[in-house]
């Protein structure tokens, strides 16, 4: 839900939007808004809409049936309940951040099905499901369009990766079960759940790590990067784009990640006290939405271990970013509060460009490159498994659990071997 003010007939009133749970035809969400003159009516109105939005007749589309977006309101009503409850119980709750990326992956499923290209649909049965998925008939949903549907996820043939093929995939697996729950038909899905051919697989060489020549000369073009380059026009005048300042944001926050692997998001989140020059070392608990640009915990900063900081996951930092940092931190007068404010798609199209210059091959161009260029180097050098995965922040229960009481005691000497190889 998002609420901000405007002026309505001249007066001043407070808006609150929410998703409807239809989409236009480009997948954009489409919204109903809610005015009133003071702020919490405004949200009142928008939580009694998302409370009873789920609650329309049981055939809203006359002789033709329930539908995909029938099943997918009531799960997204499931969704707001438990955001909800997540303020009274943040360990079972669902957080805001997971129902947006779960809406994000509806979002793609949805564009998907309105434009359909599996051969069992007739001409007439095509023209329905057409329509954004609104009126995409559950009845439309046998054994074969099922198949043939995970097919083309596998063959790329809708232009999306792997991962969200496999996103794409699992919400489609909710809304179906969603819709059996309520008795409104048998999904076909649960006879292919163990079939290996229409597996979606993970293959780490589909994404290649960088080599240490390209890692090397994308540091490069970062570290010219954050003292002047990207921020000078045609004319030569600095700070001339994005407001970046003499020391490039985007730049200094990758430089970071380089010999890190943290996440976008962690970087993103980092405050002049999670920094230990002492023992060259950085602490990550928080992470940045780079949707909604809010900061919130890790999911290692939720636990509560007994001797644990609230789950703080350490890292080791390479001796050769101290100066990187003073600069920075001079340069902003930066004393308190978070390191960037600079939008992921500010991050990104800074990224794409000095890889472009350093030749790095596009399809491996994304802002996990550095995470996964960062782990082919700890295997490299014989780091077992677990240290790895606790240094990398990897999204397992059994990894988290280790956060809370980190114990690494070669970090600082194996740091020590990775800078001497990636700079």
């Not at 001409?123 to 198949?147: D, R, V």
């Not at 993970?202 to 790590?209: H, T």
């Not at 980092?270 to 915990?297: H, M």
């Amino acid at each position: 839900m998002q609420t901000h003010k405007t002026v309505v007939h001249g007066k001043i009133k407070y808006v609150a939007a929410v998703e409807t749970g239809e989409f236009y035809s480009t997948g954009r969400p489409i919204l109903k808004r809610f005015y009133h003159a003071r702020r919490n009516e405004a949200v009142a109105k928008a939580n009694e809409f998302l409370k009873n939005k789920g609650t329309k007749k049981d055939v809203p589309y006359g002789s033709n049936g329930y539908t995909i977006n029938d099943a997918y309101l009531k799960l997204e009503s499931d969704w707001d309940v438990r955001v909800s409850d997540n303020q009274d119980d943040p360990d079972t709750g669902f957080t805001e951040k997971s129902a947006d990326r779960n809406k994000d992956n509806a979002r793609a499923l949805f564009k998907i099905l309105g434009n359909p290209t599996f051969k069992d649909l007739n001409k007439e049965e095509s023209l329905l499901a057409l329509e954004k998925g609104k009126i995409f008939q559950l009845k439309l949903i046998t054994s074969i369009w099922y198949e043939d549907f995970i097919k083309n996820l596998k063959k790329k043939q809708n232009g999306i990766s792997k991962s969200k093929a496999k996103r794409v995939r699992s919400i489609l697996h909710n809304i179906l079960e969603k819709a059996e729950e309520l008795d409104w038909f048998v999904s076909p899905h649960h006879k292919f759940k163990k079939s290996l051919v229409l597996k979606i697989h993970y293959d780490p060489s589909d994404v290649r790590s960088m080599t240490n020549k390209e890692a090397k000369r994308l540091n490069q073009e970062l570290e010219y990067a954050f003292s002047y380059g990207h921020n000078s026009n045609q004319h030569g005048n600095l700070n001339a784009i994005n407001g970046e300042g003499k020391t490039s944001q985007s730049a200094f926050l990758m430089m970071l990640q380089y010999p890190t692997g943290i996440r976008w998001g962690e970087s993103a989140a980092l405050t002049p006290k999670d920094f230990n020059w002492d023992n060259f070392t950085l602490r990550i608990n928080k992470s940045r939405d780079y949707r909604t640009r809010k900061v919130g915990k890790t999911k290692a900063g939720k636990l509560r271990q007994e001797d644990a900081m609230q789950g703080e996951r350490i890292v080791p930092l390479p001796k050769q970013l101290k100066k990187y940092y003073d600069r920075y931190i001079k340069d902003r007068n930066i004393k308190s509060g978070y390191l960037f404010d600079v939008s992921y798609e500010r991050t990104l199209a800074v990224l794409r460009s000095k890889c472009e210059i350093a030749k790095i091959p596009e399809e491996i161009v994304d802002t996990k490159m550095f995470r996964r260029f960062i782990v082919s180097q700890w295997q490299k050098q014989g780091v077992d498994p677990k240290t790895i995965a606790l240094r990398i922040g990897h999204n397992d229960t059994l990894t988290q659990n280790g956060y809370g009481t980190f114990s690494d005691p070669k970090a600082k000497a194996d740091m020590g071997n990775l800078a001497a190889t990636i700079y």
